[in-house]
């Protein structure tokens, strides 16, 4: 999700931008669309597009109108209209390619009240702007001590300080319904701006904050994710996944959204399996499913009698068996299926040396036998002794 000259230096910065994730081509950014349309030249007559994606802390991105025909470029830092005084982020997309992200987000184009651009934000804009983003993790930390003080049982998780510094919106996440005007009233004395209290989910959390999942890559929702769909623990059960809460869960204490990922191949692949409940009759006593394995296309049935000796049978055998029961015909025995699934694997890899052993130095050592010199030697000592 970097530019290729984003590795990291000493300060923590990009090596290459120095810009810390605000470079020009926006490659470092969350969910960045690529303007493929960018080295593209309008058709004769063809006006361009008057509206810009424009991109505020972390994943927020809003659609602003271009009224004043300013000259914008992926990477410039722009004042916009906010409901009361003006914000600062960057601009994202230009071009016709925003349109399309206006259709996908189902924001109306031709929307009279979409907010406006006002100028490119100078280096005053700029200035204060960095210096209200600075502020921003002493005063969470403030406010948390302040929601610890007044018993909130809710948790602030981001703050986010409006370009031009007289608002700060609070994230917050909470189980239940949480009393907060007395929260509000205190950290407005504290701070002397006006305070807005957002409520997200868990998922959202995570996406804001950011980290590394389990499988040692940045989070799916920080990075491309940009819709939560639902996930229940019969993906995980479809996938045959060990209904493990530790392991199935991922940074915001939900189950992960990778399960939905290969969900729908799990089920078209468990279309033609037969179920899990399905028993089988044979003349030897009843049987039923102990382990299905989807990719090999395999399951194994044990009798009633002897749970734990296994049966491997094929998907189109189990159909058969199921088919005979059907019409109230047994079959003789599962082994008798099985046996035709049993092939003599060919010995790839035979150990001849011995080296691979586990126990190999647990063997005792074997005593050398003594040569023929050391014999002579013993002989002419004993006689020696007698003599």
Same mark, same amino acid.
């Given at each position: ?15 290459? +931008? ?9 490659? +470092? ?13 309008? &058709?004769?007559?063809?006006? &361009? ?11 927020? #991105?809003?659609?602003?109108?271009? /009224? ?32 399309? =992200? ?12 979409? &907010?406006?651009?006002?100028?490119? $934000? *100078? =280096?005053?804009? @700029? ?11 002493? @005063? #969470? ?26 608002? !700060? ?14 929260? @509000? ?33 940045? %989070?799916?929702? /920080? *990075?491309? %994710? ?5 996930? /229940? ?11 493990? &809460? ?5 940074? +915001? ?28 009759? *044979? ?10 394995? @989807? ?16 049966? !491997? ?16 015909? #047994?079959?003789? /025995? ?24 586990? *126990? ?26 007698? $003599?």
């Amino acid at each position: 999700m970097g530019c290729n000259s984003c590795s990291t230096a000493k300060d923590g910065q990009p090596r290459g +931008c120095r810009n810390n994730g605000t470079c020009g081509s926006d490659g +470092c950014n969350k969910l960045t669309v690529f303007d493929w349309l960018s080295n593209m030249s309008l &058709p004769n007559g063809a006006q &361009p597009f008057d509206c810009v994606e424009v991109r505020f802390k972390n994943s927020r #991105k809003e659609f602003f109108r271009n /009224s004043g025909n300013l000259s914008l470029s992926i990477g410039d830092i722009v004042a916009t209209q906010a409901k009361s005084g003006h914000d600062v982020g960057i601009v994202t997309l230009t071009g016709e390619l925003v349109k399309v =992200q206006m259709k996908k987000k189902k924001v109306a184009s031709d929307d009279e009240e979409l &907010p406006k651009i006002y100028r490119k $934000a *100078t =280096q005053k804009d @700029i200035d204060k702007w960095q210096k209200c983003r600075n502020k921003e993790e002493e @005063i #969470k930390k403030r406010s948390r001590e302040m929601a610890i003080l007044l018993r909130l049982e809710m948790k602030i998780s981001d703050v986010e300080f409006q370009g031009d510094g007289s608002k !700060a919106t609070f994230y917050y996440t909470a189980e239940e319904r949480v009393d907060f005007r007395q929260l @509000i009233k205190d950290m407005a004395k504290a701070f002397g701006i006006r305070i807005e209290m957002r409520q997200i989910g868990y998922r959202q959390e995570a996406q804001r904050l950011g980290g590394v999942g389990s499988c040692g890559r940045e %989070l799916c929702c /920080s *990075t491309w %994710l940009s819709d939560f769909r639902s996930v /229940s623990t019969a993906a995980a059960r479809y996938q045959q996944l060990s209904l493990n &809460p530790q392991k199935l869960a991922g940074q +915001c204490g939900k189950l992960k959204c990778c399960l939905n990922y290969e969900l729908d191949v799990y089920l078209e692949a468990l279309k033609d399996f037969p179920s899990q409940d399905s028993k089988l009759f *044979t003349e030897k006593g009843l049987a039923f499913c102990q382990k299905t394995d @989807i990719f090999k296309e395999t399951l194994w049935y044990a009798y009633k009698d002897e749970p734990s000796n296994w049966h !491997a049978l094929t998907k189109d055998q189990v159909h058969e068996i199921l088919e005979r029961n059907k019409k109230k015909e #047994k079959v003789a /025995s599962l082994e008798e299926y099985a046996a035709e699934n049993t092939n003599d694997d060919n010995l790839i890899f035979e150990n001849v040396v011995g080296q691979d052993s586990l *126990t190999r130095f647990d063997r005792p050592k074997r005593r050398r036998k003594k040569g023929k010199n050391q014999r002579r030697r013993n002989q002419k000592k004993k006689s020696s002794k007698n $003599a």
